[in-house]
């Protein structure tokens, strides 16, 4: 393949030869959102989609259905910049714009003056949005208190640029792509709802049972429908041990005993290699008070309320203050059932309660160790947990697919978008 060397946003690249490099303003046009009267909105049966930053969330690539809509006389007393069907849109103003957003409309649309768009004239629209979406715009924002874009730093951007045919060629190929990941996006929200139904029925009205009472919960204003031979205890009447971690941060070196956070259990796995350490003098100090072993429970108190993990691995580790060490007692409670009701709305709803709230939401160890949980036999707890065990594999299979999927779409974007692989055109006709 013939190459040649061009400058591409200041960076020296090698492309195809029969490749150009074109700033954004020669193959699009800049258009800036518009005011939005809080007057005029709320509207949801208008002829018009109004975007805000915040509607972007809630899709993939092209954009849907709007919190808000105007109809075309408003649109036109309000002077609207009304974009077509294919404009590639983005925040350019706020922490929205940290984000590096992209996002198509799919149908003639407006949004608010945090946005902006781009609407393709000599360059496929799909093209235009994965060209984007390699490009950093955080590191291109204004300095000041408030990150900002404007059209002149926009339109000076550079893009790749194959011919009309190839465009096309590479963006269906990673449009397939991105249609894999939102089915599987698809697949794991079910599953959420699938388990939180199944949660809902376990946790309330357990297996085979046709006797209920009605419990009475402290501080909560609403009664527990439970099974009649359930019980209901303090958490503190289930476990040998209740702590928390170290109260001031620690010394952290670059060998050393893993120190984990609220940060490091967010995910299914921990990753190892991302997280604190500490030397191993202060690891011993901190164990004599707050000892993890396998089968613990780490729970989140400390600004984000309710994450919870077991421990499941032998690794040595010591923890912040903000995460609660349990203990179960393993005759009274299986840890697995016991993981699952700390981050419920059995135990949200009384942390939420119990938390004290200034700049971090806080929940302190008396509180934790009032939890009210409700109690199945233990075989019961066993069988409840294995259900909802079988629904997180599932989510966390479907969770690891889309990562692999993802990793695949970056990966085609740095070898389609620089032609560093070519893409075979002779089966599409000229876009």
């Known amino acids: 393949m013939m190459v040649k060397e061009v400058y591409v946003n200041a960076i020296k690249r090698k492309i195809p030869k029969t490749w150009e490099v074109k700033l954004v303003k020669e193959i699009s046009n800049y258009v800036a959102g518009s005011t939005f009267p809080k007057e005029e909105q709320g509207e949801i049966n208008g002829d018009i989609p109004f975007y805000k930053v915040s509607d972007m969330n809630k899709f993939n690539v092209y954009m849907g259905e709007a919190n808000n809509y105007v109809s075309e006389e408003i649109a036109n007393k309000l002077n609207l910049n009304i974009c077509p ?40 629209e799909k093209y235009l949005y994965y060209s984007l979406l390699k490009i950093k715009f955080n590191a291109l924002c204004n300095p000041g208190t408030v990150p900002s874009l404007n059209k002149k730093t926009i339109n000076a951007i550079d893009i790749i640029y194959p011919t009309l045919k190839e465009q096309k060629k590479i963006a269906d190929i990673l449009s397939s792509v991105d249609k894999t990941i939102e089915k599987t996006d698809q697949v794991i929200e079910k ?122 691995w032998n690794k040595e580790f010591s923890n912040f203050v903000s995460l609660c060490l349990i203990k179960p007692n393993k005759e009274l409670v299986y840890n697995k059932y016991l993981s699952i009701i700390l981050g419920s709305e059995f135990c ?13 939401t806080n929940l302190h160890l008396t509180e934790i160790r009032k939890f009210n949980i409700p109690v199945p036999p233990l075989e019961e707890q066993k069988k409840i947990a294995n259900i909802l065990s079988t629904v997180d594999e599932k989510i966390q299979k479907e969770e690891e697919y889309k990562a692999r999927l993802e990793r695949l779409k970056k990966g085609l974007m740095q070898k389609l978008l620089t032609g560093e692989v070519r893409v075979n055109v002779d089966d599409i006709k000229e876009a």
């Not at 209901?232 to 941060?249: E, P």
């Open 85 to 124: 069907s294919g404009t590639v849109i983005f925040p350019k103003l706020g922490q929205a714009l940290l984000t590096n957003k992209r996002r198509i409309l799919s149908q003639e649309s407006a949004f608010d003056n945090n946005v902006a768009g781009l609407i393709a004239e000599q360059v496929n």
């Open 191 to 312: 599953t959420k709802e699938l388990k939180k139904g199944l949660m809902q029925q376990l946790l309330t009205k357990g297996i085979g049972h046709d006797e209920f009472k009605e419990v009475k919960v402290p501080l909560l204003p609403v009664k527990w429908k439970l099974p009649k031979n359930w019980k209901v205890k303090f958490l503190k009447d289930l476990t040998n041990k209740i702590t928390d971690g170290a109260h001031q941060t620690p010394t952290y070196v670059d060998e050393g005993i893993p120190f984990l956070r609220v940060t490091d259990i967010q995910e299914h796995e921990i990753d190892w290699e991302k997280t604190k350490k500490i030397p191993e003098e202060e690891h011993i100090k901190l164990t004599k008070r707050c000892k993890p072993e396998k089968g613990d429970i780490l729970l989140s108190k400390n600004g984000t309320i309710g994450i919870t993990k077991i421990v499941d």
């Open 348 to 360: 949200l709803q009384q942390a939420a309660i119990g938390s004290k709230t200034g700049t971090v």
